[in-house]
Nanobody, 116 residues
Framework: QVQLVESGGGLVQPGGSLTLSCAAS????????MGWYRQAPGKQRDVVAR???????GYADSVKGRFTISRDNAKNTLYLQMNSLKPEDTAVYYC??????????WGQGTQVTVSS
């Protein structure tokens, strides 16, 4: 049974940095696509960044050049390095893994608040 647990959220000032982690228990393989999503109050959940088999990545336009997604397959952990944070980055951030067709797992989310 695969479970995802996010950590690393918190309160940070504009321009600051945070690193989110997503620890996976169970069988996660390097070919499983993983990603970070976020949901602000009153808005839909949107993709932030994805990492695919082979290590290629994709980012939402709003975070390109500021956020970096990475994974440590040996530790079964996904990361999101967030720099130059803005108030509009405030949201609950979720980790997601695609295990197969129609088989998607989500973490419980971690709150990121960017405010002075």
């Amino acid at each position: 049974q695969v479970q995802l647990v996010e950590s690393g959220g918190g309160l940070v000032q504009p321009g600051g940095s945070l690193t989110l982690s997503c620890a996976a228990s169970g069988s996660i393989f390097s070919f499983n696509t993983m990603g970070w999503y976020r949901q602000a109050p009153g808005k839909q959940r949107d993709v932030v960044a994805r990492i695919y088999s082979g290590g290629s990545t994709g980012y939402a336009d709003s975070v390109k050049g500021r956020f970096t997604i990475s994974r440590d397959n040996a530790k079964n952990t996904l990361y999101l390095q967030m720099n130059s944070l803005k108030p509009e980055d405030t949201a609950v951030y979720y980790c997601r893994v695609v295990l197969g067709v129609g088989d998607i797992r989500w973490g419980q989310g971690t709150q990121v608040t960017v405010s002075s």
